[in-house]
């Protein structure tokens, strides 16, 4: 006779969590352009900076002896926190149809936590040094984000690398709309228009990765908050990696799937990014 064992029901959670965590991988873009992070435990992580050094000039045979404080003081602190997504089965579901059931919930809790950390990354935004939009109301334009970007840049902070510009998907649409209309003073911006009336997206532009995210909050005037930011300037410090377990509730004759993850999100270096408030009415 045919029995159904423990080892069967542990192989089919398995999958469950395997496909969870590509989905959490896969649909996550903040983490891949912000600083990494992890350890073990739920401390509090302080983020400590050391002053910036000047050079001077001196005499000759001069002995200069005023040397600069080389300590270390508080910049950030990452408090972390636990999320949790659950979904129930049934055994009825499961046994009507358990290949969907099973891979639909895997997917959709994979893709909860994903677009959680995604969320509290880009609501970050906000907390960056300056804004540089055209405001609420107004529409985005190429001009404001390429001024936007000259204030990253006088900041130093292309040192980390070229920055990136995380948009609304509207924001975008704005620059999408000017770049098909270009003006007397630029001759299709070098290629730029011909690219974005192809593809409706550019990857480079301004010496800068450009980028688009649904998970950017629209506030109820419908203006959003985008961000341009080098990598340095946010962090995420993961605890927990997502983790699902599989529990029994035997009195309900179904499954409790719960997936949790654990991890903080902090403002490093608030002086590497500036923030962009425009318009996010839908076109």
Same mark, same amino acid.
């Given at each position: 006779?045919?029995?159904?064992?423990?080892?069967?029901?542990?192989?089919?959670?398995?999958?469950?969590?395997?496909?969870?965590?590509? +989905? *959490?991988?896969?649909?996550?873009?903040?983490?891949?352009?912000?600083?990494?992070?992890?350890?073990?435990?739920?401390?509090? #992580?302080?983020?400590?900076?050391?002053?910036?050094?000047?050079?001077?000039? +001196?005499?000759?045979?001069?002995?200069?002896?005023?040397?600069?404080?080389?300590?270390?003081?508080?910049? *950030?602190?990452?408090?972390?926190?636990?999320?949790?997504? =659950?979904?129930?089965?049934?055994?009825?579901?499961?046994?009507?149809?358990?290949?969907?059931?099973?891979?639909?919930?895997?997917? @959709?809790?994979?893709?909860?936590?994903?677009?959680?950390?995604?969320?509290?990354?880009?609501?970050?935004?906000?907390?960056?040094?300056?804004?540089?939009?055209?405001?609420?109301?107004?529409?985005?334009?190429?001009?404001?984000?390429?001024?936007?970007?000259?204030?990253?840049?006088?900041?130093?902070?292309?040192?980390?690398? =070229?920055?990136?510009?995380?948009?609304?998907?509207?924001?975008?649409?704005?620059?999408?709309? @000017?770049?098909?209309?270009?003006?007397?003073?630029?001759?299709?911006?070098?290629?730029?228009?011909? =690219?974005?009336?192809?593809?409706?997206?550019?990857?480079?532009?301004? #010496?800068?990765?450009?980028?688009?995210?649904?998970?950017?909050?629209?506030?109820?005037?419908?203006?959003?908050?985008?961000?341009?930011?080098?990598?340095?300037?946010?962090?995420?410090?993961?605890?927990?990696?997502? #983790?699902?377990?599989?529990?029994?509730?035997?009195?309900? #004759?179904?499954?409790?799937?719960?997936?949790?993850?654990?991890?903080?999100? *902090?403002?490093?270096?608030?002086?590497?990014?500036?923030?962009?408030?425009?318009?996010?009415?839908?076109?």
């Amino acid at each position: 006779m045919t029995v159904t064992t423990v080892s069967d029901l542990n192989g089919l959670f398995n999958t469950i969590y395997e496909r969870a965590i590509f +989905v *959490a991988r896969e649909q996550n873009l903040m983490s891949q352009l912000v600083d990494q992070k992890s350890a073990t435990g739920w401390m509090n #992580r302080v983020l400590p900076i050391r002053p910036q050094i000047s050079a001077q000039s +001196v005499a000759e045979q001069e002995d200069f002896n005023s040397p600069t404080t080389f300590g270390k003081t508080t910049k *950030a602190t990452v408090t972390p926190a636990e999320i949790i997504a =659950q979904v129930v089965l049934t055994d009825r579901d499961m046994e009507t149809d358990p290949d969907s059931a099973t891979g639909d919930a895997s997917m @959709e809790l994979g893709g909860a936590i994903a677009t959680k950390i995604d969320v509290d990354l880009c609501a970050l935004f906000s907390s960056l040094a300056s804004d540089k939009g055209t405001g609420a109301g107004n529409a985005a334009t190429i001009a404001t984000l390429s001024a936007g970007l000259a204030v990253v840049s006088y900041q130093k902070a292309r040192q980390f690398g =070229q920055p990136n510009v995380v948009l609304h998907p509207y924001h975008w649409h704005d620059i999408w709309v @000017e770049l098909g209309q270009p003006a007397a003073t630029y001759a299709n911006l070098l290629g730029f228009t011909e =690219q974005a009336l192809n593809d409706y997206y550019v990857s480079k532009m301004l #010496r800068a990765n450009w980028w688009t995210t649904s998970n950017i909050a629209v506030d109820a005037s419908d203006d959003a908050i985008s961000g341009i930011f080098v990598k340095p300037a946010l962090v995420l410090d993961t605890r927990r990696r997502p #983790r699902l377990e599989a529990e029994r509730d035997a009195s309900a #004759r179904a499954y409790e799937l719960n997936i949790t993850a654990g991890y903080g999100v *902090a403002v490093a270096r608030s002086e590497f990014g500036v923030y962009y408030t425009a318009d996010a009415s839908a076109p």
